[in-house]
């Protein structure tokens, strides 16, 4: 099976140094110019390697038979190219990293979703510099102080409060 020539470079380098960082852009830089060098080297050899002329060592070897048999030897060389084993595994690969970019992408849109709103709803609020206790109440129930239905002792800390356990402390018998 012989090799394909290679043309050119299959690398995106515009699109590849868009997604380098600026503090990795030197290494991206020597990655390329090697590359390039390689590149440049391959297709400075002949595609097929040059003609014997095996008459010519015919006439000016003494040894009989020797460039028969170098001959001989030299068609029968086959360098065989090494076999794909691991594009089958690459392409796996890719095709689950495809579908974890694609759920992050879906749940990313749900966070985007989810968030816009959070922002509606803060941009529809008043400055905080406006807002009374009533409309502090009416906007976060949650934390607003609440003396009715849950009253609180100055300074209505959760640690200063009467029903106060603490996080570390080991659980009371009773």
Do not use: C
């Not at 609180?152 to 640690?159: G, K, Q, S």
């Amino acid at each position: 099976m012989a090799a394909k020539r290679i043309a050119q470079s299959s690398i995106n380098w515009s699109q590849l140094s868009e997604r380098v960082p600026e503090h990795q852009r030197h290494i991206f830089l020597a990655f390329k110019s090697k590359s390039d060098s390689y590149l440049r080297r391959v297709l400075a050899q002949p595609e097929s390697p040059p003609a014997i002329d095996w008459s010519y060592y015919k006439q000016h070897v003494p040894v009989a038979g020797m460039v028969d048999d170098f001959q001989k030897q030299y068609t029968a060389l086959n360098i065989p190219f090494p076999p794909d084993t691991v594009s089958k595994q690459i392409d796996a690969q890719e095709k689950e990293i495809k579908a974890d970019i694609e759920k992050f992408k879906v749940e990313s849109t749900a966070r985007i979703t989810e968030y816009k709103k959070q922002l509606a709803h803060l941009a529809g609020l008043l400055p905080y510099e406006q807002m009374t206790m009533e409309d502090y109440r009416d906007a976060y129930p949650e934390t607003a102080l609440d003396p009715i239905n849950r009253p609180t002792y100055w300074p209505h800390d959760a640690e200063e409060q009467i029903d106060y356990v603490a996080k570390d402390a080991p659980p009371s018998a009773h």
